[in-house]
């Protein structure tokens, strides 16, 4: 894509809710727009509507891009440029384009108007202004509606680009009535179309329509929701899926948005979770578990070390440490094994003169031999005894815990 002049962008989200990852989606598609022009990304919270407003959506929608790191240039609220609205309601009402109804004020549509634009995703898009009523503009409280506030606000803001979702398509008449009332020109329209659910409908809670928070909070790394939702819609030129932030910045350009609406898939981002948790580092990912979970909070390094390097192969999300930890902190559920070989097993456990893994596997196999035991049952009966659940290498997971607590487990049968 060549460099385009002065490109400015805004992320527009309503505080009337937590932003679920479709909303999330269109920030970063104006995220990495902006700064892969070198220009400017703004979010601009559109709270005007004041019955449906929460105060605490807008710590939420702030708290979502911080986390995936779209970290904005300029923040603006629309509730404090009350002033710009009424001033820009007086010019249309001095034109004869605005009347008062009510209380509100409402834009005189003129008829036999043809309205278009050349979408850059959608191509060119045409309606005529013979199907669009007289709307409203300022309502009787004072706060001026979306179709206003966002037309007044683009221009104010010298906003180059209007990337935002498919559902805007049908309104973008209305802006450009606006525009032309003012005679203003009007950004380029980019609308991106929505994420759908594997049954091909609108994405449900249920089928992933959750927010970027509650991802993280579920054990998702922000890293790996990046890449998943720029592939949501978006398709880099080669076969490549693994993207840092700074390389789909690079790599993306308006022409290989997608027309047609992607789907969901779960097992997706979990491939990218897993493929991101397996880049870590030791110490990344420990640190990582300690800020996430409880049981590692309180965890040694060395132990919690030993831990992570057993099941961090069969993790695939953050919360899955404590899923696969919990044989080293509590003894599992199983049936234990029969009281006979639990007590050789204990013997052969008692002489072991020091405890680590090396000198485990070498004395316990020494075991093995010198008594003709069947090696499968006998780390069978071991697993059974000391964690009664399914382990990593069992003369691995052995030597997480002192000799003092593997003792104690088998006097627990």
Same mark, same amino acid.
Request: net charge neutral.
């Given at each position: 894509m060549q460099r385009m002049?002065?490109?400015?962008?805004?992320?527009?989200?309503?505080?009337?809710?937590?932003?679920? !990852?479709?909303? !999330?989606?269109?920030?970063?598609?104006?995220?990495?727009?902006?700064?892969?022009?070198?220009?400017?990304?703004? #979010?601009?919270?559109?709270?005007?509507? *004041?019955? *449906?407003? #929460?105060?605490?959506?807008?710590?939420?929608?702030?708290?979502?891009?911080? #986390?995936? *790191?779209?970290?904005?240039?300029?923040?603006? &609220?629309?509730s404090e440029r009350l002033s710009i609205y009424h001033r820009d309601l007086e010019l249309l009402a001095e034109k004869g384009l605005a009347y008062e109804d009510s209380g509100a004020w409402r834009f005189k549509v003129g008829k036999g108007k043809k309205l278009k634009w050349n979408d850059l995703v959608h191509g060119q898009v045409e309606f005529t202004s013979d199907v669009i009523e007289d709307f409203v503009i300022v309502k009787s409280d004072g706060y001026p509606t979306y179709h206003f506030a966002s037309v007044v606000d683009d221009h104010d803001l010298k906003i180059s680009h209007v990337l935002r979702g498919d559902e805007w398509i049908s309104? =973008?008449?209305?802006?450009?009535?606006?525009?032309?009332?003012?005679?203003?020109?009007?950004?380029?329209?980019?609308?991106?179309?929505?994420?759908?659910?594997?049954?091909?409908?609108?994405?449900?809670? &249920?089928?992933?329509?959750?927010?970027?928070?509650?991802?993280?909070?579920?054990?998702?790394?922000?890293?790996?929701? #990046?890449?998943?939702?720029?592939?949501?819609?978006?398709?880099?030129?080669?076969?490549?899926?693994?993207? =840092?932030?700074?390389?789909? !910045?690079?790599?993306?350009?308006?022409? &290989?948005?997608?027309?047609?609406?992607? !789907?969901?898939?779960?097992?997706?981002?979990?491939?990218?979770?897993?493929?991101?948790?397996?880049?870590? =580092?030791?110490?990344?990912?420990?640190?990582?578990? &300690?800020?996430?979970?409880k049981k590692a909070k309180s965890e040694e390094d060395e132990r919690l070390a030993m831990i992570i390097n057993l099941i961090r192969d069969r993790m695939t999300t953050l919360a899955d440490f404590d899923k696969y930890s919990g044989i080293f902190f509590e003894k599992g559920k199983e049936s234990p094994p029969p009281k006979e070989k639990a007590i050789q097993a204990k013997e052969a456990v008692?002489?072991?003169?020091?405890?680590?893994?090396?000198?485990?596997?070498?004395?316990?196999?020494?075991?093995?031999?010198?008594?003709?035991?069947?090696?499968?049952?006998?780390?069978?009966?071991?697993?059974?005894?000391?964690?009664?659940d399914n382990t990593p290498p069992i003369y691995q997971s052995l030597a997480v815990l002192t000799k003092e607590e593997v003792l104690r487990r088998f006097t627990k049968i």
């Amino acid at each position: 894509m060549q460099r385009m002049e002065k490109v400015i962008v805004r992320y527009a989200p309503s505080p009337t809710g937590i932003p679920h !990852i479709g909303n !999330i989606r269109t920030a970063l598609y104006n995220f990495l727009l902006a700064k892969s022009q070198k220009g400017k990304f703004i #979010v601009r919270i559109e709270d005007t509507d *004041r019955k *449906r407003f #929460v105060q605490e959506s807008v710590k939420a929608i702030e708290d979502s891009l911080k #986390v995936l *790191r779209l970290n904005w240039d300029e923040v603006y &609220r629309q509730s404090e440029r009350l002033s710009i609205y009424h001033r820009d309601l007086e010019l249309l009402a001095e034109k004869g384009l605005a009347y008062e109804d009510s209380g509100a004020w409402r834009f005189k549509v003129g008829k036999g108007k043809k309205l278009k634009w050349n979408d850059l995703v959608h191509g060119q898009v045409e309606f005529t202004s013979d199907v669009i009523e007289d709307f409203v503009i300022v309502k009787s409280d004072g706060y001026p509606t979306y179709h206003f506030a966002s037309v007044v606000d683009d221009h104010d803001l010298k906003i180059s680009h209007v990337l935002r979702g498919d559902e805007w398509i049908s309104s =973008t008449p209305k802006h450009l009535l606006l525009y032309q009332a003012f005679g203003w020109d009007h950004p380029q329209f980019i609308h991106v179309p929505a994420i759908l659910g594997p049954d091909k409908k609108k994405l449900s809670k &249920r089928e992933g329509a959750r927010s970027v928070l509650e991802y993280i909070d579920d054990g998702y790394l922000p890293e790996a929701l #990046v890449n998943f939702l720029a592939l949501l819609g978006w398709s880099p030129k080669g076969d490549k899926e693994l993207f =840092t932030l700074d390389e789909l !910045i690079s790599e993306f350009s308006t022409e &290989r948005l997608n027309k047609n609406s992607p !789907i969901f898939n779960l097992e997706k981002l979990n491939w990218f979770n897993k493929k991101y948790l397996a880049k870590y =580092t030791p110490e990344d990912l420990l640190s990582q578990l &300690r800020k996430f979970s409880k049981k590692a909070k309180s965890e040694e390094d060395e132990r919690l070390a030993m831990i992570i390097n057993l099941i961090r192969d069969r993790m695939t999300t953050l919360a899955d440490f404590d899923k696969y930890s919990g044989i080293f902190f509590e003894k599992g559920k199983e049936s234990p094994p029969p009281k006979e070989k639990a007590i050789q097993a204990k013997e052969a456990v008692a002489k072991i003169e020091e405890w680590d893994e090396k000198t485990i596997e070498e004395s316990l196999e020494k075991y093995i031999k010198e008594n003709n035991l069947n090696p499968s049952d006998f780390k069978n009966t071991l697993r059974l005894a000391v964690f009664a659940d399914n382990t990593p290498p069992i003369y691995q997971s052995l030597a997480v815990l002192t000799k003092e607590e593997v003792l104690r487990r088998f006097t627990k049968i």
